[in-house]
């Protein structure tokens, strides 16, 4: 029989006590799967003698101490980013994801952690998912402006984990918080899951497609402003101007052409000045615009037009040869 002395301690990962947030939610949630916090237990409380004897200590304790597990970052001084180009600073999620993170995508991912592809969706993950909870949680605007916000958003992640939190008319003790924590990092856990999901096994995938669609373009239009994409419409956008940055493009591409796989039709969209941006770097032209089938096979003098977007940033044809036409005669308007 074990004695007290020769058992094991369980490992805890300790948080405060009382109203919770997104961040130590989803800082709970990620240290629960790396294999060394995996089976651990949380404890919240506010009580240093207590949280002292936890292995790991996050949003709480007044100190950010990597190599002790102890990554608080409410403390005066404290102005931790998460680097490679990124200045918000961190909330307790972020440093977790700053320390851990490699390995929690690694372990998706089936490679090792200092494999380059962990690395970019590494990257790519803070860039999409994390950043967003440091800045929310350090009141970090995500605008330049004093203009005020033309409607209200109650729907993002934080807004949600809040809600979670006792309201004013419900039992306010440790009995519900607790619960509610627990609800909070199943839900913030899920979608950084969904996140990982996404960059790791779909964005990721796609960034070959779109190189092979890059370095093919001359085939497509002497132009070289025309690509296409051969397995439907995967993400392109930023792939498509992170490798034109490092290609060198010098010709900027105007369209993208893909089959959409539902219809079996072929869409040709065109290509923003940035990503997120509602322009385009040139768009259909206007006489097309808002036009469907045979009135605009007719205004266009292409066969089996589908139809153009009133804003003339995405259109469709029947065939590949007629949205390729579609194409050049927008390159030559």
Not at 6 to 29: M, N
Not at 149 to 156: C, D
Not at 160 to 174: F, G, I, K, S
Not at 195 to 208: E, F, G, I, M, R
Request: charged share 25%.
């Amino acid at each position: 029989m074990a004695t007290a002395a020769t058992k094991r301690k369980a490992v805890q990962i300790g948080t405060h006590s009382g109203t919770f947030h997104c961040d130590e939610a989803l800082g709970c949630f990620m240290l629960k799967l790396t294999p060394q916090f995996q089976d651990c237990s949380i404890v919240r409380s506010r009580d240093a003698s207590v949280l002292a004897d936890c292995d790991v200590i996050i949003d709480v304790g007044g100190v950010y101490e990597p190599e002790n597990n102890r990554f608080d970052h409410h403390q005066r001084g404290f102005s931790e980013v998460f680097g490679h180009g990124y200045n918000t600073k961190l909330s307790s999620a972020g440093l977790v994801y700053k320390h851990y993170g490699r390995d929690v995508i690694a372990s998706h991912m089936k490679l090792p952690a200092d494999h380059p592809d962990v690395e970019t969706v590494y990257l790519e993950v803070y860039k999409n998912f994390i950043e967003a909870v440091d800045a929310v949680d350090n009141g970090v605007n995500q605008f330049d402006t004093d203009s005020p916000a033309k409607y209200i958003v109650n729907t993002t992640l934080g807004s949600r984990v809040a809600r979670l939190n006792p309201t004013w008319n419900q039992p306010y003790n440790d009995e519900t918080l607790d619960a509610g924590f627990a609800k909070a990092m199943e839900l913030a856990g899920k979608e950084f899951l969904e996140s990982v999901h996404y960059v790791a096994d779909v964005w990721l995938p796609a960034k070959q497609i779109v190189a092979t669609a890059i370095a093919e373009r001359h085939q497509v239009d002497p132009s070289g402003q025309i690509i296409v994409l051969k397995q439907g419409c995967c993400p392109w956008k930023d792939h498509l101007f992170n490798l034109e940055k490092e290609l060198a493009v010098e010709v900027p591409i105007l369209y993208v052409l893909y089959e959409d796989e539902r219809e079996r039709k072929w869409r040709i969209q065109c290509v923003p000045p940035t990503f997120g941006s509602f322009d385009q770097r040139k768009s259909m032209p206007e006489a097309w615009r808002g036009l469907r089938d045979e009135a605009l096979s007719a205004v266009c003098g292409v066969p089996g037009c589908v139809f153009v977007h009133a804003s003339g940033f995405i259109g469709g044809n029947a065939t590949y040869e007629g949205v390729v036409e579609m194409a050049r005669k927008s390159v030559a308007a």
